[in-house]
């Protein structure tokens, strides 16, 4: 087995069992742990919201964002003179999900303080959470578009897809094509994966639903409505 060597004085390569190690260790902590989820809602953040967030220090927000970019799970992108921070990409949520999944599955159900607005449609990444997300994941499954597990786009799935106008490109290896998101605040599953995201952006282009602006809030027009009854059979 190789052992830790270095490639050039300032570059040092560890084992991958220590790489391992490091990448969960990066994760160990609850502040940084807050920090990751709250950037699961798929916005770039500034150092400041992030420890708002966590509720630490300025300069221990600093600390804890530079071992999260150490490890890439976070990347920083400049604007002017601002610094913002994003999740480094969707493999990195997708595996902040399933660890949510594993984690939160064994805890008892909370009281609901979510507020209103953003327990009925949100983001998550960059697919959709929420009441309504919910709802459709159920009916997907009810109709057979999506295996039982949540893991597969039946044929008859594809098909109905491509008649609502939803885009769905070729599996990737570098993403899951659809899996089970589990929302934090209905305690049940939503759609994620690359299936989830072409859902939300179709639903985004044909104005069913509007972002709003700087929060991961979700508002239904009318025409999403009328949409969602007639596509997923739900009444809201």
């Not at 052992?3 to 502040?31: I, N, V, W, Y």
């Not at 897809?161 to 305690?187: M, N």
């Amino acid at each position: 087995m190789l052992r830790s060597g270095t490639c050039t004085k300032h570059e040092t390569f560890l084992e991958p069992e220590e790489q391992l190690a490091a990448t969960a260790a990066a994760m160990s902590d609850a502040s940084r742990a807050r920090m990751l989820c709250s950037l699961m809602d798929g916005r770039a953040w500034t150092a400041t919201e992030l420890g708002a967030a966590a509720d630490i220090s300025a300069s221990t927000a600093s600390a804890h964002l530079a071992r999260l970019m150490k490890q890439r799970f976070i990347t920083c992108l400049m604007q002017g003179r601002h610094r913002y921070y994003r999740l480094a990409s969707p493999a990195i949520a997708e595996l902040l999900e399933k660890l949510m999944d594993i984690s939160w599955a064994g805890l008892p159900v909370p009281k609901i303080t979510t507020p209103v607005n953003l327990r009925y449609a949100r983001t998550c990444y960059d697919h959709m959470a929420g009441e309504i997300a919910v709802e459709i994941y159920d009916r997907l499954i009810t109709k057979q578009w999506l295996a039982n597990d949540g893991t597969l786009l039946t044929m008859q799935g594809k098909q109905a897809f491509a008649t609502i106008g939803i885009a769905i490109d070729s599996p990737s290896s570098r993403r899951k094509f659809c899996c089970p998101c589990l929302d934090w605040s209905e305690r049940r599953y939503h759609l994620g994966g690359a299936v989830g995201a072409a859902m939300l952006l179709h639903f985004i282009q044909q104005r069913w639903i509007e972002p709003v602006t700087g929060y991961r809030e979700l508002r239904i027009t009318k025409a999403g409505h009328h949409a969602f009854k007639c596509h997923f059979d739900i009444a809201n």
